[in-house]
T-cell receptor
Framework: AQSVTQLDSQVPVFEEAPVELRCNYS??????LFWYVQYPNQGLQLLLK??????LVKGINGFEAEFNKSQTSFHLRKPSVHISDTAEYFC?????????????FGQGTELSVKP | DTEVTQTPKHLVMGMTNKKSLKCEQH?????MYWYKQKAKKPPELMFV???????INESVPSRFSPECPNSSLLNLHLHALQPEDSALYLC??????????????FGEGSRLTVL
């Protein structure tokens, strides 16, 4: 069965500290990988995506992620966080079938940046 | 213009009411989606339209009825809802359903409260 696991439901961190949000997936078919961010009372916004090519992907707001096929992981990192990064972060995997893709979300990680 | 616009932003309805949620995109996308999101949970897929045809219905109760009048518009008709249907309803679009050209673009959502 296909699944996405975000290993931490909550990550508290101090401003200007580095952060890593972890995501592992399980799939028997090819995948595309995404990280989305959701600020309070808003929809989801794409941070970054991996479709093919270089396994290190850079996104908006200084975030980056590395696709590791052998470990089936796609962890999100930022070297120095800001208060404004406080939000819910969702890892998502698109399983590629003949009929099209289906996006599966992880349970989310709440990033809380404290001054 | 990369927006997905949803109306209304907030909706309160009784269990006997009939109401509709509306979604519009002008990015030329050919796939449109309805998701339901409960607090502190990931979005759950409800329906997918591809080229104006319903391609996925995730076993959603018939009190939710989707409609795609044209390639830019997506409606969700609501009738005889239950209090547990209260949630944030998110509309999204993508260039194609396979997502091989990129990501989902989400609207800000319609927050529904059923009394």
């Amino acid at each position: 069965a296909q699944s996405v696991t975000q290993l931490d439901s909550q990550v508290p961190v101090f401003e200007e500290a580095p952060v890593e949000l972890r995501c592992n997936y399980s799939s028997s078919v090819s995948v595309y990988l995404f990280w989305y961010v959701q600020y309070p009372n808003q929809g989801l916004q794409l941070l970054l995506k991996y479709l093919s090519g270089s396994t290190l992907v850079k996104g908006i707001n200084g975030f980056e992620a590395e696709f590791n096929k052998s470990q089936t992981s796609f962890h999100l990192r930022k070297p120095s966080v800001h208060i404004s990064d406080t939000a819910e972060y969702f890892c998502a995997v698109c399983m590629i079938y003949n009929q099209g893709g289906k996006l599966i979300f992880g349970q989310g990680t709440e990033l809380s940046v404290k001054p | 213009d990369t927006e997905v616009t949803q109306t209304p932003k907030h909706l309160v309805m009784g269990m006997t009411n009939k109401k509709s949620l509306k979604c519009e995109q002008h990015m030329g996308h050919r796939a449109m989606y309805w998701y339901k999101q409960k607090a502190k949970k990931p979005p759950e897929l409800m329906f997918v339209y591809s080229y104006e045809k319903l391609s996925i219905n995730e076993s959603v109760p018939s009190r939710f009825s989707p409609e795609c009048p044209n390639s830019s518009l997506l409606n969700l008709h609501l009738h005889a809802l239950q209090p547990e249907d209260s949630a944030l309803y998110l509309c999204a679009s993508s260039q194609e359903r396979r997502l091989n050209t990129g990501e989902l673009f989400f609207g800000e959502g319609s927050r529904l409260t059923v009394l």
